[in-house]
């Protein structure tokens, strides 16, 4: 087994004690993830754009280990404001559409009155290229 823990070099990270990705052999576990640029520290004011900043940390993050979203089996999303859960998740459903992994969203406070949106992932590494079997029920 091999255990790899990714850091990018934020100041949380050191002094929280936590790593963004946590990877045991082909399982990924991310941190929750803002949409704060990992390189200026800038912090959007909309949800939306804290929602795409946030997508390419995590991106950039997967890609470092290996992964791609394609491998992305669960997602965690926590918006602050009720009213920005149909454009963000728009946005998902573009992002994810034929990815389809189980997901989770959730409104409510964040860490600071700054934070609009969050996202954790679950991956397992080449996950995307396995065949898939589709099923569905109906209640």
């Keep these: ?10 100041i949380l990270e050191h002094h929280e004690g936590y790593s963004r990705i946590v990877a045991l052999d082909n399982w990924i576990f991310t941190s929750l ?6 390189t200026t520290r800038v912090m959007p004011e909309t ?12 991106q950039a993050s997967l890609e470092a ?3 791609s ?3 992305v089996v669960r997602r965690r999303i926590f918006i602050t404001r009720q009213e920005d859960v149909p454009e963000v998740m728009a946005y998902m459903g573009e992002i994810f559409r034929g990815i389809d992994p189980a997901s989770c969203v959730s409104c409510g406070p964040l ?5 609009l949106f969050e996202i954790e992932l679950t991956a397992y590494r080449g996950a995307g290229s ?4 589709n099923l569905s029920i109906s209640l």
């Design 1 to 10: 087994m091999e255990l790899t823990k990714l850091k990018s070099g934020s």
């Design 33 to 38: 993830t803002s949409g704060r640029n990992f």
């Design 47 to 58: 949800t939306i754009e804290q929602a795409k900043n946030a997508m390419k940390n995590v």
């Design 65 to 67: 280990v290996g992964a």
């Design 69 to 71: 979203l394609a491998d």
């Design 111 to 115: 860490g600071g009155p700054e934070y």
């Design 130 to 133: 396995l065949p898939v079997n």
